[in-house]
């Protein structure tokens, strides 16, 4: 018998923050990997380290327009979208067209190429929920004309398309709701509490809370949330799926951790809390303890000891 070919992962958005640790962790596992990107908001370097490795292969482009692809493809991940608060305002056009026109052109491709297709959603189609932890059968709270609405409204879009493609076309679909994550390779201006927490804790500047610090989050790191796309990625789970960690921390806290690990001599500075910014953020993770066998492991301050190490290393903007 001969030797079975190699499976291809198509990832649109590579070289962003989780598309370029996904790019990493397919690589690792011997996938051959296409990694797409237009550099909205990716970076060069997230995946300069891969560019002479064989199974990897990088192509500059813009999903929301006509492209296309030779060859065989097994598995379509589609990650192209700016996904903190100041890229996708600043962006906010190209985020609701890459949720839109680029989900529908990757969804084509998909039942062009017969490839399995995975759609990066988020935990921000709950809005501001009202239901606390958040289960995946709870419709959301969201506000579709405020401000964070071209990314709510562009993944709960998003959503919808592909669903439907499945029960049209038949065509075999994942969706992954992707609850607040952290690690390497995050952008220090992109306005995220982490990334800014420990830049400006670097710096011994103020850490700058938006509201009185009350609201909760739940962070996941990088590593833990790839494994679960990758599990979601080869199980047989059409309906949509949330990955976060379950562990609940108020921005406040968070923000005193970031200074105590970092030695930092920073105060903590607040400021008028954002339109619809949710109060609380927790997944429930039931569905994927079940049916993935998932649950993060990394523990908070492993996590945000490792990510500040990697920050160390990096010339500081914030």
Same mark, same amino acid.
């Given at each position: 018998?001969?030797?079975?070919?190699?499976?291809?992962?198509?990832?649109?958005?590579?070289?962003?923050?989780?598309?370029?640790?996904?790019?990493?962790?397919?690589?690792?596992?011997?996938?051959?990997?296409?990694?797409? /990107?237009?550099?909205?908001?990716?970076?060069?370097?997230?995946?300069?380290?891969?560019? &002479?490795?064989?199974?990897?292969?990088?192509?500059?482009? /813009?999903?929301?327009?006509?492209?296309?692809?030779?060859?065989?493809?097994?598995?379509?991940?589609?990650?192209?979208?700016?996904?903190?608060?100041?890229?996708?305002?600043?962006?906010?056009?190209?985020?609701?067209?890459?949720?839109?026109?680029?989900?529908?052109?990757?969804?084509?491709?998909?039942?062009?190429?017969?490839?399995?297709?995975?759609?990066?959603?988020?935990?921000?189609?709950?809005?501001?929920?009202?239901?606390?932890?958040?289960?995946?059968?709870?419709?959301?709270?969201?506000?579709?004309?405020?401000?964070?609405?071209?990314? /709510?409204?562009?993944?709960?879009?998003?959503?919808?398309?592909?669903?439907?493609?499945?029960?049209?076309?038949?065509?075999?679909?994942?969706?992954?709701?992707?609850?607040?994550?952290?690690?390497?390779?995050?952008?220090?201006?992109?306005?995220?509490?982490?990334?800014?927490?420990?830049?400006?804790?670097?710096?011994?500047?103020?850490?700058?809370?938006? &509201?009185? &610090?009350?609201?909760?989050?739940?962070?996941?790191?990088?590593?833990?949330?790839?494994? &679960?796309?990758?599990?979601?990625?080869?199980?047989?789970?059409?309906?949509?799926?949330?990955?976060?960690?379950?562990?609940?921390?108020?921005?406040?806290?968070?923000?005193?951790?970031?200074?105590?690990?970092?030695?930092?001599?920073?105060?903590?500075?607040?400021?008028?809390?954002?339109? /619809?910014?949710?109060?609380?953020?927790?997944?429930?993770?039931?569905?994927?303890?079940?049916?993935?066998?998932?649950?993060?492991?990394?523990?908070?301050?492993?996590?945000?000891?490792?990510?500040?190490?990697?920050?160390?290393?990096?010339?500081?903007?914030?």
């Amino acid at each position: 018998m001969g030797k079975a070919r190699r499976k291809v992962v198509l990832i649109t958005g590579g070289a962003g923050f989780i598309g370029s640790h996904l790019c990493d962790l397919l690589v690792n596992k011997g996938y051959k990997v296409i990694c797409l /990107d237009n550099f909205v908001t990716g970076k060069i370097e997230n995946i300069k380290h891969l560019l &002479g490795n064989p199974l990897f292969e990088f192509k500059k482009i /813009d999903v929301s327009g006509d492209f296309s692809v030779k060859g065989k493809v097994d598995f379509i991940l589609h990650f192209a979208s700016p996904a903190s608060p100041v890229e996708y305002l600043r962006n906010s056009i190209e985020t609701l067209k890459v949720g839109s026109f680029g989900t529908y052109n990757c969804l084509n491709l998909a039942r062009l190429k017969k490839a399995r297709f995975l759609l990066a959603s988020t935990s921000e189609i709950y809005g501001d929920p009202l239901e606390h932890p958040q289960k995946e059968s709870y419709w959301g709270n969201v506000n579709s004309v405020g401000p964070r609405s071209v990314y /709510d409204e562009a993944k709960r879009f998003a959503e919808a398309i592909t669903m439907s493609y499945h029960r049209e076309h038949k065509l075999d679909t994942r969706i992954v709701r992707i609850f607040n994550t952290y690690g390497p390779r995050m952008q220090s201006e992109d306005g995220r509490a982490v990334p800014s927490f420990i830049v400006q804790a670097l710096a011994n500047k103020p850490l700058t809370i938006q &509201g009185d &610090g009350s609201q909760t989050r739940s962070f996941c790191y990088i590593s833990d949330l790839v494994e &679960g796309i990758f599990r979601l990625m080869n199980s047989s789970i059409n309906e949509p799926v949330n990955l976060g960690n379950p562990t609940e921390v108020s921005i406040k806290k968070l923000a005193t951790i970031i200074i105590e690990l970092t030695h930092s001599a920073s105060a903590i500075k607040y400021l008028p809390l954002p339109q /619809d910014d949710p109060a609380r953020r927790r997944p429930d993770i039931s569905r994927a303890r079940k049916y993935l066998n998932w649950r993060p492991k990394i523990d908070l301050e492993d996590g945000l000891m490792a990510t500040i190490n990697w920050f160390k290393n990096r010339p500081l903007r914030y």
